[in-house]
């Protein structure tokens, strides 16, 4: 495209000239074009107030006397003046007295407002003016004059065509003068780039260019020249030096050639070594692999026998001895847990999930974990969850309990004093993602600023000398930090001497696609409810405040137990009383226990009702009732667990809540119908796991040593679960899963739940016991807690998921079929009459003994919610809800069987199957009776005990 900026410089020189006389001409003949409309115009008004003025004069004894003759006879004195078209005379009304048109056609009719205001008005062909007449100073008449436009445009067009003549006649001159000028001004830069092209094409640089004039271009000439000197002696100079170039580059030749020699040697030398540099990664892994397992299998035997002695008659010596071997054995597993987990980030194995996670029940969990050793410190451990972040994000589960375990678990250790704090905000939120930041606070000894530059390096502690307080590897804080960061986010600490520590970090992540977990529909049934928080720690306070008002509640604060009672009275005067209190259980002068024994001495005080939290362990049933609390939560208390106790003691309890969190112990009694497996090839492993599951109330497991004899046990008997060890001569777990699986589908059996065990905590080990067909994974060793929670998921867990689906009319059909036809009338056979025990001995005596100590917990847990799972009974009946019914039966039934309690057993599970039935009527007439067995059962219950 051809612009301006690329003519030829005497193309953009005349252009310049010509453009600018056009402009210029043209602004002048514009201007001289209107001054001539003006004064044409100026003219031809004053010509015809000229004539109005005489014509007025004439006729001011004809406008008084009404002489219409002699006033149309004045008019026709306008035929000389070409220009007229017509003229009117009128009278002081407006009326026409005489005319004057000169094509004698018929005249206007003419209107004026104002007869006394001269008006002048130019149309498109006419000027039309009208001036009024007076005589002494009194309007006798006025005169209206049309003017033809004609001559003044042909004078006008006349006028502008002789400019155009003259702009055309310049226009010319101008480009005359403009294509000589450009010659001398762009002729010298025109031969100077003619010369510099002809050097370049010939690439001689010799040339001298003769300057024109002594101007600006004569310096440009001078200036071209000794240019070309320069290039000129640079080119003697290269010559110079192409001379000695072949000299140099033969030289160089050699050079290289020796160095190319010697490159090939070190190539040779360095694939050696990088071969043996992945022979020793492999070793390596495989030793970190061997060694997990070599040492967690005698570590198994270790924790195991060491845990299942503490359970055998021991002095008071030997089980201090016991204990310190205990933790050492434990502290010795921890350190191989880090240093493994070190090895593996190091060598980039470490791989992050992003699987539906649940980071409030991590957070909580962390701290329920670690709730003994704080209560053991006199701390106070509290967990806060923003009740705006969404129930299911995307995540790596359990690097992330890691990671709050190690940070809770330095606050706990370096606190003396004071509380920890563990926070879970909502930082900002979008469509698809969270941003949510982890806060761990404590009110410890805080890190010198001298340490904070190496505090999360390998192998390095705060405190370094031989006389530091507390021990460890000094791993915990660089493992966290770079899984942290292998997640996208990164920890920072914020920290004084003497003053606590802060550790913070911030996780993007993703919002669950999958259909969320279910929630508690709370459906404002608590707003409205008056609460008051009693608690002289304030980050409590501040968690509580924050439920309290995400659930709708109307609350109030306080630090003390006498100003909780003022306010209580002050309520009442108000009328305003508060129907739920809120107590901590250690607070000075009057503790939580002292102030609701005061409340509940008040009779009009005692009506509400009362929640205690405790950080100082468990408090008996029989102690709650004797002071008026309704519910005990342990500190730290899960937000989901609060939300249950307050629906329940408020009787609000909603149909759909989430039983994920039941306020039941957990101490879970199994069946004793339950067909375990065990595949383990190990001696000590077989008796250690025999012994963990006879404690927690498992029958002995048929025990097989290899995958192969698992494979066969599990053809030929029917199993409710199976243990199977990975590594095994012969056939390893591994293969015997993947035989299992295949049967069942090929043979379409029902799925067995298969857990591993493994001594290996290798990157990778759990992926591959899942994706061999497992569906779990236990890390040898094993704590029999860990086995018990594990069992309990598998074994109770999908028992009680199933229970609480909405059966559809299918299911009530087999349900029906399933049934003999006189199923109503066997139930209502059941009653408190017969000869049915209440208790079986046999069964309250075996769980005594092998709960021990942890018996009269199961017993007080009984007594608390078996009373609110009869009372939740009760009014979904009411409200005709069978899914309550069938529920809360169903749980009632399984707690007491597991205690023995038989006949409150059967009763609850006959409203069991008659709510599965559809049988609303006749399960709620058994209510009465299962209440008094209830009462029954708990009396001799309390005998016994």
């Known amino acids: 495209m051809i612009t301006f900026k690329n003519l030829p410089i005497k193309k953009k020189l005349r252009y310049a000239m010509l453009i600018t006389a056009y402009a210029v001409l043209l602004v002048t003949l514009s201007i001289q074009t209107v001054s001539d409309l003006i004064k044409s115009r100026s003219a031809l008004v004053s010509n015809l107030e000229v004539l109005a003025e005489v014509i007025g004069a004439n006729a001011e004894a004809a406008l008084v006397f009404g002489d219409r003759k002699s006033a149309t006879t004045l008019l026709k004195g306008f035929a000389s003046a070409t220009n007229i078209q017509s003229a009117f005379l009128l009278t002081s009304e407006g009326n026409v007295m005489a005319t004057y048109n000169r094509h004698d056609r018929q005249p206007w009719s003419i209107t004026f407002d104002d007869l006394e205001r001269s008006l002048t008005v130019f149309s498109n062909t006419r000027l039309h003016l009208y001036r009024p007449i007076f005589m002494d100073g009194k309007l006798i008449g006025a005169i209206y004059i049309q003017s033809n436009l004609n001559q003044l445009y042909l004078q006008l067009t006349q006028n502008l065509l002789l400019a155009l003549i003259a702009a055309l006649v310049s226009v010319i001159l101008a480009s005359i003068l403009a294509s000589r000028l450009q010659k001398l001004l762009g002729q010298p830069i025109i031969e100077l780039a003619e010369t510099i092209s002809s050097m370049t094409a010939k690439q001689q640089y010799d040339q001298k260019v003769h300057r024109f004039d002594d101007d600006e271009i004569g310096q440009l000439y001078d200036d071209f020249n000794e240019m070309l000197m320069c290039i000129k002696e640079r080119d003697q100079r290269l010559q110079k030096q192409r001379e000695t170039l072949e000299a140099s580059v033969a030289e160089r030749t050699r050079e290289l050639h020796d160095a190319n020699r010697d490159l090939k040697e070190n190539i040779s030398e360095l694939r050696e070594a990088k071969e043996a540099a992945f022979g020793a990664a492999k070793a390596k892994s495989s030793f970190l692999a061997n060694m997990s397992h070599e040492i967690r299998t005698p570590m198994n035997g270790v924790l195991g026998m060491l845990e299942l002695l503490k359970d055998t008659p021991i002095d008071r010596t030997q089980r201090d001895f016991l204990e310190t071997a205990y933790s050492s054995a434990d502290a010795l597993l921890q350190i191989i847990n880090d240093i493994l987990d070190f090895s593996k980030i190091e060598a980039g194995k470490m791989e992050i999930e992003s699987i539906d996670t649940n980071i409030a029940e991590i957070a909580e969990d962390v701290c329920a974990l670690l709730a003994g050793k704080a209560r053991e410190k006199h701390l106070e451990i509290s967990c806060f969850t923003d009740v705006d972040l969404p129930n299911v994000l995307k995540g790596d589960s359990v690097r992330l309990r890691q990671v709050l375990t190690n940070l809770v678990g330095n606050a706990v250790k370096f606190t003396e004093t004071g509380e920890v704090i563990v926070r879970l905000n909502m930082a900002e939120k979008t469509a698809d993602t969270v941003s949510v930041e982890f806060m761990v606070e404590d009110t410890g000894i805080g890190i010198a600023e001298d340490v904070l530059s190496n505090l999360f390096s390998a192998f390095t502690q705060a405190d370094g000398s031989t006389t530091r307080r507390f021990g460890g590897t000094g791993l915990g804080l660089t493992i966290s930090k770079q899984l942290v960061e292998l997640m996208g986010g990164s920890i920072q600490v914020t920290t004084a001497e003497g003053l606590g520590s802060t550790f913070s970090f911030v996780l993007d992540m993703e919002i669950s696609e999958s259909e969320p977990w279910p929630s508690r529909k709370i459906n404002h049934a608590l707003d409205g409810i008056k609460a008051l928080v009693v608690d002289d720690n304030t980050t409590n306070r501040e968690i509580l405040r924050h439920y309290l008002t995400a659930w709708g509640i109307d609350h109030s604060e306080c630090d003390s137990g006498q100003k909780a009672l003022d306010m209580m009275q002050q309520a009442l005067k108000d009328e305003q009383p508060y129907e739920l209190v809120l107590l901590d259980m250690d607070m000075p002068h009057m503790d939580g226990l002292m102030l609701s024994r005061e409340i509940e001495n008040d009779p009009e005080l005692a009506k509400s009702k009362r929640i205690m939290l405790s950080s100082a362990g468990f408090i008996t049933r029989a102690r709650q009732q004797e002071v008026g609390i309704s519910a005990c939560l342990s500190k730290p208390f899960r937000q989901s667990r609060l939300l249950d106790s307050v629906m329940q003691i408020m009787?609000?309890?909603?149909?759909?809540?989430?039983?994920?969190?039941?306020?039941?112990?957990?101490?879970?009694?199994?069946?004793?119908?339950?067909?375990?497996?065990?595949?383990?090839?190990?001696?000590?492993?077989?008796?250690?796991?025999?012994?963990?599951?006879?404690?927690?109330?498992?029958?002995?497991?048929?025990?097989?040593?290899?995958?192969?004899?698992?494979?066969?046990?599990?053809?030929?008997?029917?199993?409710?679960?199976?243990?199977?060890?990975?590594?095994?001569?012969?056939?390893?777990?591994?293969?015997?899963?993947?035989?299992?699986?295949?049967?069942?589908?090929?043979?379409?059996?029902?799925?067995?739940?298969?857990?591993?065990?493994?001594?290996?905590?290798?990157?990778?080990?759990?992926?591959?016991?899942?994706?061999?067909?497992?569906?779990?994974?236990?890390?040898?060793?094993?704590?029999?807690?860990?086995?018990?929670?594990?069992?309990?998921?598998?074994?109770?867990?999908?028992?009680?998921?199933?229970?609480?689906?909405?059966?559809?009319?299918?299911?009530?059909?087999?349900?029906?079929?399933?049934?003999?036809?006189?199923?109503?009338?066997?139930?209502?056979?059941?009653?408190?009459?017969?000869?049915?025990?209440?208790?079986?001995?046999?069964?309250?005596?075996?769980?005594?003994?092998?709960?021990?100590?942890?018996?009269?917990?199961?017993?007080d847990s009984f007594f608390e919610n078996a009373p609110t799972l009869l009372d939740e009974l009760k009014q979904a009946a009411r409200a005709a809800d069978l899914e309550v019914v069938i529920r809360a039966a169903h749980t009632l039934k399984s707690s007491s069987s597991n205690l023995g309690a038989k006949l409150l057993s059967e009763i609850a599970d006959n409203i069991e199957v008659l709510g599965k039935e559809g049988k609303l009527q006749e399960a709620s007439s058994l209510i009465p009776g299962l209440e008094q067995a209830m009462n029954q059962t708990l009396e001799a219950y309390r005998q016994l005990s």
């Open 651 to 859: 009787h609000e309890h909603q149909t759909g809540q989430n039983d994920q969190h039941p306020i039941e112990s957990s101490n879970t009694a199994f069946s004793s119908s339950i067909r375990l497996l065990l595949v383990e090839d190990n001696i000590v492993n077989q008796k250690v796991a025999v012994s963990m599951l006879k404690k927690i109330g498992l029958s002995e497991p048929d025990i097989a040593i290899d995958g192969k004899e698992a494979v066969t046990m599990s053809q030929s008997k029917e199993y409710d679960l199976i243990l199977m060890d990975c590594q095994m001569p012969g056939m390893s777990g591994y293969e015997a899963t993947g035989l299992i699986r295949k049967r069942e589908q090929s043979l379409h059996q029902p799925r067995i739940p298969i857990i591993a065990m493994t001594a290996n905590a290798m990157q990778g080990d759990r992926e591959k016991c899942l994706a061999a067909g497992m569906d779990d994974y236990l890390s040898k060793p094993i704590k029999s807690e860990i086995l018990r929670n594990m069992l309990t998921q598998w074994l109770l867990f999908d028992e009680r998921e199933f229970d609480e689906k909405v059966y559809d009319e299918d299911q009530t059909e087999q349900t029906a079929e399933a049934l003999p036809r006189d199923t109503t009338e066997e139930i209502k056979a059941v009653t408190i009459d017969n000869n049915e025990p209440l208790i079986d001995q046999d069964t309250f005596n075996t769980l005594r003994d092998i709960m021990e100590d942890e018996f009269s917990s199961l017993l």
